[in-house]
């Protein structure tokens, strides 16, 4: 018919699986992908790079039994990802998967990246840089100070030891003459029905998975990773470095630290990272936590896929 307005594409339905790390969300995502038919989509801020598998966790080959995942060594270990690039791939992998009848599965803890999805990115200005190496040369303590004088509200969400995210709000700050929570307000989520799922655990168990995670991590050859990737060029100044596994076997590698102390660094940064996850995730709206405490991921599985049901009647 002449004039008729062009049929829009439906609003892609999303099934999100975050929460800190250590609570099992890979293992779960991938029973409820088996059972609702869905492929996966990482939201893991460093197993976007190749060669990063034993220090991100990444589940096996034979562990994702048959389901298709994605966004999985998409970056060589020199380059670099952003969050930007993140939402481009994602907002493809979810249309491409929903053109399959299937149902796309965001799983991860890589607050940057949910928020991308879940918050929306506002076109800030690139990175300087100069300025960045300029606030390098600063301590934390004095950037989170300075941080509180000029934005006092993203001041409230960011913990005092999240460097990467103090840096570029005080970069932005600095470029622009704006908070960056300020500009933040004109972003948009990405145009999907998001159901969100987190997953926590109690504190003393939390803290023991993330000991059996480190142990694990070593048994299967962490250190020896690293020592090839280092050996294939990864350096300091790489994106990929800041992964926690690695800066810390780079220091065991330099003799600086025992393997006992390797150890103990690992368990003690990666339950620092939880805490922050915690502190963000305590202002995401819209999410029903689910205690996975003594819990196996098929249980965790079916109160998902039932709170996917009671959604759905209440919708």
């Given at each position: 018919m002449d004039g008729a307005r062009p049929k829009e594409?439906?609003?892609?339905?999303?099934?999100?699986?975050?929460?800190?790390?250590?609570?099992?969300?890979?293992?779960?995502?991938?029973?409820?992908?088996?059972?609702?038919?869905g492929e996966v989509i990482s939201a893991d801020s460093r197993a976007f790079f190749r060669g990063l598998d034993i220090a991100t966790d990444k589940?096996?080959?034979?562990?994702?039994?048959?389901?298709?995942?994605?966004?999985?060594?998409?970056?060589?270990?020199?380059g670099n990802y952003d969050a930007m690039a993140f939402?481009?791939?994602?907002?493809?992998?979810?249309?491409?998967?929903?053109?399959?009848?299937?149902?796309?599965?965001?799983?991860?803890?890589?607050?940057l990246?949910?928020?991308?999805?879940?918050?929306?990115?506002?076109?800030?200005?690139?990175?300087?840089?100069?300025?960045?190496?300029?606030?390098?040369?600063?301590?934390?303590?004095?950037?989170?100070e300075r941080l509180c004088a000029v934005d006092p509200e993203s001041a409230a969400k960011i913990h005092p030891h999240d460097r990467l995210r103090i840096v570029r709000a005080l970069e932005v700050h600095e470029l622009t003459g704006q908070p960056i929570s300020t500009l933040q307000k004109g972003s948009r989520p990405l145009p999907c029905r998001f159901s969100c799922f987190g997953l926590r655990r109690a504190k003393?168990?939390?803290?023991?998975?993330?000991?059996?995670?480190?142990?694990?991590?070593?048994?299967?050859?962490?250190?020896?990773?690293?020592?090839?990737?280092?050996?294939?060029?990864?350096?300091?100044?790489?994106?990929?470095y800041r992964t926690i596994g690695v800066r810390e076997v780079f220091d065991y590698l330099d003799g600086k630290l025992t393997l006992a102390r390797l150890r103990e660094i690992l368990i003690n940064?990666?339950?620092?990272?939880?805490r922050r996850q915690k502190a963000w995730f305590q202002n995401e709206k819209d999410v029903l936590w689910i205690d996975v405490t003594g819990r196996t991921p098929n249980a965790i599985a079916d109160e998902i896929l039932a709170g996917l049901s009671d959604g759905l009647k209440q919708g």
């Open positions: 594409s439906p609003t892609p339905s999303v099934v999100v699986i975050l929460g800190p790390t250590a609570t099992g969300k890979s293992a779960v995502a991938i029973e409820v992908a088996l059972q609702l038919g589940p096996s080959c034979s562990a994702r039994c048959g389901v298709a995942h994605h966004l999985f060594d998409v970056v060589a270990i020199d939402r481009r791939d994602a907002d493809r992998a979810i249309r491409e998967i929903g053109e399959r009848e299937h149902v796309p599965i965001v799983v991860g803890g890589g607050t990246y949910l928020g991308a999805l879940l918050r929306g990115l506002f076109p800030g200005p690139s990175a300087d840089t100069a300025l960045r190496n300029e606030l390098a040369e600063r301590p934390s303590s004095e950037l989170y003393s168990d939390h803290r023991a998975a993330i000991a059996a995670r480190v142990d694990r991590m070593l048994e299967r050859g962490l250190v020896a990773e690293v020592t090839r990737l280092r050996q294939e060029g990864l350096r300091r100044d790489h994106q990929a940064h990666t339950w620092t990272l939880v």
